[in-house]
């Protein structure tokens, strides 16, 4: 079993993350093995928030050339958490 605070791991500050914010969507890197279940939980206990949906995809490494020498960036796993209208994050308001 995966602690809440070790399931989401670093928000995404992307540009596609930062338009889906306008739907109150939030983009989240979170532990490979974490459910859409336990990942809705820890957001809405972390930040104190209603979650309405969760939406999940693996991110697959990309090869890159370094010095000559193919190498592969590290595969992840990516949220994409649905709140309820009103609700906001407030880790994400700086940005």
């Not at 859409?36 to 939406?55: D, G």
Request: hydrophobic share 45%; with cysteine.
């Amino acid at each position: 079993m995966i602690d809440l605070h070790d399931v989401i791991i670093a928000p995404v500050l992307s540009e596609k993350a930062t338009a889906l914010r306008e739907e109150n969507k939030y983009v989240f890197k979170v532990h490979p093995s974490a459910s859409k279940i336990q990942i809705k939980e820890a957001v809405a206990k972390l930040f104190n928030v209603k979650v309405l949906s969760c939406t999940t995809l693996n991110v697959l490494g990309k090869v890159k050339r370094v010095r000559g020498k193919l190498g592969k960036t590290a595969s992840w796993k990516k949220a994409i958490v649905r709140l309820a209208a009103g609700e906001t994050i407030k880790v994400f308001e700086g940005v």
